[in-house]
């Protein structure tokens, strides 16, 4: 393919990269590395596609792009940014950018991105302001992957499932999406489907009439209608009964619900998003959960890390925490480098949730401003002295932890425990290897067709792993 390409960039080094690779393309690069030479440039000549940072030698590329859109508003926008937080990438998505690379990135990826923004005629051309007092916090590149699905789902009304361990931030991506999307003025609606009686959950998500079941004195206006015009979260989605299953599709599929004991049916207007801890599958296959909900929700998943994930967010997320904690009353403390590095080298099986609180209880309990290595150790005890040694002891006891958990049925045992532990493994090697898929291959002793099918059948993402070459 050919096409010209602008590339607004002022570190040298990586736009030597990415245009050496353009060109290997077939493309012709022009580069600058201020938003005054791309002012000048754009006015004296057309191109199919630009590249741009957002820090340049001049100013903010994101909040100057407004003369570039005058200009060429249906020239396709690819947005760089080392800037790697939820706010740059809303900030790029806001400028109607065909697609975001937070640095680093694969190259690969961002050429066959040049390569479809050039042959793409669909522009996104709205812009608006960005987006503030966003509530996730961590610049990892597994959090950027979330950022960037965040931002493809905020002008559309599309079915989102959110999946990931307990702790890991399900409702605030879920919070996300309603407050940054084109619902936010209305209300979001949360409804835990583990914590309703098996009973009452029919009525607490459709409402009832007076005189539907025994203690129904009232008419009752269920979550669906609550959250008319906003956000329906239904979380922990794996733990609802079949029977509401039911109900919940049949809503889904018609936009229409029906009060317990009444008769008339009643359009809903709400954007549904879901979450679960479970991994649905095996349920689906044990009959506990209904294959075409899972379909029906699954529009848009989004995978959630655990923080064993993204430990390099840790430092950003204690701090974060410290401040919550000093604006809810608690002694303002700081935490050295030392004490970070002990943090960052332990397991966190409860997540984001379980380190929020060990922050807490060292913002209570330290004697001192400063949070030093030793009065993590005394405080958050043997917890906080070593990480697990991931002995064979540790793995038979992780197996044992699994199997109690998830209890596969008779005939399914093998090749249930067998893909719980593949997924983990492959994950390690495309870590280890920056998504580099041959190498990685190499590092597992199989060959690259082989990586490829596995990573399809356990729907691991290696996308989430990529960094730059």
Request: net charge negative; with cysteine.
């Given at each position: 393919?050919?096409?010209?390409v602008?590339?607004?960039?002022?570190?040298?080094?990586?736009?030597?990269?990415?245009?050496?690779a353009?060109?290997?393309?077939?493309?012709?690069?022009?580069?600058?590395?201020?938003?005054?030479?791309?002012?000048?440039?754009?006015?004296?000549a057309?191109?199919?596609?630009?590249?741009?940072?957002v820090?340049?030698?001049?100013?903010?590329g994101?909040?100057?792009?407004?003369t570039?859109?005058?200009?060429?508003?249906?020239m396709?926008?690819?947005v760089?940014?080392?800037q790697?937080?939820?706010?740059t990438?809303?900030?790029?998505s806001?400028?109607?950018?065909f697609?975001?690379?937070?640095?680093?990135?694969?190259?690969?990826?961002?050429?066959?991105?040049v390569?479809?923004?050039?042959?793409?005629?669909?522009?996104?051309?709205?812009?608006?302001?960005?987006?503030?007092?966003?509530p996730?916090?961590?610049?990892?590149?597994?959090?950027?992957?979330?950022?960037?699905m965040?931002?493809?789902?905020?002008?559309?009304?599309?079915?989102?499932?959110i999946?990931?361990?307990?702790?890991t931030?399900?409702?605030?991506?879920?919070?996300?999406?309603?407050?940054?999307g084109?619902?936010?003025?209305?209300?979001?609606?949360?409804?835990?489907?583990?914590?309703?009686?098996?009973?009452?959950?029919?009525?607490?998500?459709?409402?009832?009439?007076?005189?539907?079941?025994?203690?129904a004195?009232?008419?009752?206006?269920?979550?669906?209608?609550?959250?008319?015009?906003?956000?329906?979260?239904?979380?922990?989605?794996g733990?609802?009964?079949?029977?509401?299953?039911?109900?919940?599709?049949?809503?889904?599929?018609?936009?229409?619900?029906?009060?317990?004991?009444g008769r008339?049916?009643?359009a809903?207007d709400?954007?549904?998003?879901?979450?679960?801890?479970?991994?649905?599958k095996?349920?689906?296959?044990?009959?506990?959960?209904?294959?075409?909900?899972?379909?029906r929700?699954?529009?848009?998943?989004?995978?959630?890390p655990?923080?064993?994930?993204?430990?390099?967010?840790?430092?950003?997320?204690?701090k974060?925490?410290?401040?919550?904690?000093?604006?809810?009353?608690?002694?303002?403390?700081r935490?050295?480098?030392?004490?970070i590095?002990?943090?960052?080298?332990?397991?966190?099986?409860?997540?984001?949730?379980?380190?929020?609180?060990?922050v807490?209880?060292?913002?209570l309990?330290?004697?001192?401003?400063?949070?030093?290595?030793?009065?993590?150790?005394?405080?958050?005890?043997?917890?906080?002295?070593?990480?697990p040694?991931?002995?064979?002891?540790?793995?038979?006891?992780?197996?044992?932890?699994?199997?109690?958990?998830h209890?596969?049925?008779?005939g399914?045992?093998?090749?249930?425990?067998?893909a719980?532990?593949?997924?983990?493994l492959?994950?390690h090697?495309?870590?280890?290897?920056?998504?580099?898929?041959?190498?990685?291959a190499?590092?597992?002793?199989?060959?690259?067709?082989?990586?490829?099918?596995?990573?399809?059948?356990?729907?691991?993402?290696?996308?989430?792993?990529?960094?730059?070459?």
């Open positions: 393919m050919t096409g010209r602008l590339l607004v960039e002022d570190d040298a080094a990586i736009a030597t990269v990415i245009r050496s353009l060109e290997d393309e077939g493309f012709s690069v022009d580069r600058c590395d201020s938003i005054a030479a791309r002012d000048r440039l754009i006015a004296s057309r191109y199919d596609v630009m590249l741009t940072d820090m340049l030698a001049d100013g903010d994101i909040a100057s792009i407004g570039v859109r005058a200009a060429c508003p249906d396709p926008l690819i760089l940014s080392a790697n937080t939820l706010d990438a809303v900030r790029a806001d400028t109607g950018a697609e975001y690379f937070p640095k680093p990135f694969d190259l690969e990826d961002l050429v066959r991105a390569s479809q923004a050039v042959g793409s005629s669909e522009r996104r051309g709205e812009e608006a302001q960005a987006g503030e007092g966003l996730l916090v961590g610049r990892s590149t597994a959090m950027q992957a979330v950022y960037r965040i931002t493809r789902v905020l002008r559309n009304d599309l079915t989102v499932l999946l990931g361990e307990s702790g931030g399900k409702e605030l991506v879920a919070e996300a999406i309603h407050e940054l084109h619902r936010k003025s209305g209300p979001f609606v949360a409804v835990n489907a583990a914590a309703i009686p098996a009973d009452l959950i029919e009525s607490e998500l459709f409402g009832h009439e007076k005189g539907a079941f025994t203690g004195i009232a008419q009752a206006i269920g979550k669906f209608e609550q959250a008319a015009g906003g956000t329906l979260f239904l979380d922990e989605i733990d609802m009964p079949l029977e509401a299953q039911t109900r919940l599709l049949r809503a889904l599929q018609s936009g229409r619900i029906r009060r317990v004991g008339q049916e009643i809903v709400v954007r549904i998003v879901a979450a679960t801890n479970r991994d649905l095996p349920m689906i296959a044990s009959g506990r959960f209904r294959e075409d909900l899972f379909y929700l699954n529009v848009v998943p989004i995978q959630l655990p923080l064993r994930e993204r430990a390099e967010d840790i430092e950003a997320l204690v974060h925490f410290l401040g919550l904690a000093a604006r809810e009353g608690l002694p303002e403390r935490i050295d480098r030392a004490a590095a002990l943090l960052e080298d332990q397991r966190w099986r409860g997540n984001v949730r379980e380190l929020q609180n060990a807490y209880r060292l913002a309990m330290a004697r001192d401003d400063v949070i030093d290595a030793a009065t993590t150790k005394a405080i958050l005890g043997e917890t906080a002295a070593h990480a040694d991931g002995d064979g002891d540790d793995l038979k006891g992780a197996l044992s932890g699994w199997l109690t958990q209890a596969p049925p008779s399914t045992l093998y090749h249930r425990a067998l719980a532990f593949e997924r983990p492959f994950e090697a495309l870590r280890e290897t920056g998504g580099n898929q041959l190498r990685a190499k590092l597992l002793g199989i060959n690259r067709n082989t990586l490829r099918k596995k990573l399809a059948e356990l729907d691991v993402q290696p996308e989430r792993f990529l960094r730059a070459g």
